[in-house]
């Protein structure tokens, strides 16, 4: 068994759903999947003392499971004042229309396509609800439309699929960017080391209690994939599936595709620096 104080980024061990910090409460999804870890975390983000909550993340077109994030809210007293999402992806924001119509609230996203209401989500952007400051971070790479959430009295920042609670994210390519995601990963450490943030909450898996840990992880982790992939086509794997037959040969099966998604964005990335 390992110890989870030893693992990347400190995940928090035990049961997902439930309170994660003073102004958070996570209701997993019923979407369990190899991409999706344990499934989509929706997250609601609430003050203390406010009626209002903030949901960030509705998930996928599950009725059982918006019902059941609604009845999270109501029982807490509150009712949901906004919906944010992170990004556009299905499991994410599939349910995010239905859910707006049974809370009757706007939803904010970087992306117009996936936008209900007049205001979309831009670097800068404070949210405000119910009280609350939760400041929007641009971290596209993923997707170009990632973004991630400061919840400043928490400490904490909501990330999406910009940082997982276990494993890596796929950099979505042609949609995200190497580059990007780099950037972005930088950007987030800059809120561990300014800001002081010390908890991540993703849209997949455990809550993580170091969150300097695992920016610095997942950072290593992409430099070492970086050189690999550089290495496989030094060697003469030329194409993206040839690539990923020898970079990630330990990697499930199942995993490939989307593996190879990283790889056309590394292969990208490599050639825009001159490297191969």
């Not at 928090?12 to 439930?18: H, S």
């Not at 009712?79 to 239905?98: M, N």
């Not at 990697?251 to 990283?262: I, K, N």
């Amino acid at each position: 068994m390992s110890d989870a104080a030893a693992l990347p980024g400190q995940p928090r061990g035990g049961v997902l759903t439930g309170p994660a910090t003073t102004r958070t409460v996570n209701v997993l999804a019923p979407n369990p999947s190899a991409m999706t870890l344990d499934g989509t975390n929706t997250w609601i983000v609430a003050e203390p003392d406010s009626d209002l909550a903030v949901v960030i993340d509705p998930g996928p077109l599950d009725e059982i499971h918006l019902r059941a994030v609604l009845d999270t809210v109501e029982r807490s007293g509150r009712r949901v004042g906004l919906t944010l999402l992170t990004h556009g992806h299905p499991d994410h924001a599939e349910g995010a229309a239905r859910f707006a119509q049974l809370t009757r609230t706007d939803v904010r996203a970087l992306d117009v396509a996936v936008r209900l209401g007049d205001e979309g989500l831009t670097a800068g952007d404070v949210v405000t609800t119910g009280g609350l400051e939760l400041r929007v971070v641009p971290t596209p790479g993923h997707t170009a439309d990632s973004l991630s959430f400061h919840l400043p009295a928490d400490r904490a920042v909501l990330t999406g699929d910009t940082i997982l609670g276990r494993g890596t994210t796929v950099v979505a390519h042609p949609d995200g960017r190497l580059g990007d995601y780099l950037d972005s990963l930088r950007r987030l450490r800059s809120l561990t080391v300014d800001d002081g943030v010390h908890t991540v909450l993703p849209g997949h898996g455990p809550v993580l209690e170091d969150a300097q840990g695992a920016v610095e992880f997942y950072l290593a982790h992409r430099a070492n994939r970086l050189a690999q992939v550089e290495t496989a086509v030094e060697a003469g794997h030329l194409t993206p599936s040839e690539v990923v037959a020898v970079v990630y040969a330990g990697v499930d099966r199942s995993l490939w595709p989307a593996a190879e998604l990283s790889v056309r964005a590394q292969m990208e990335y490599l050639r825009e620096h001159g490297l191969i």
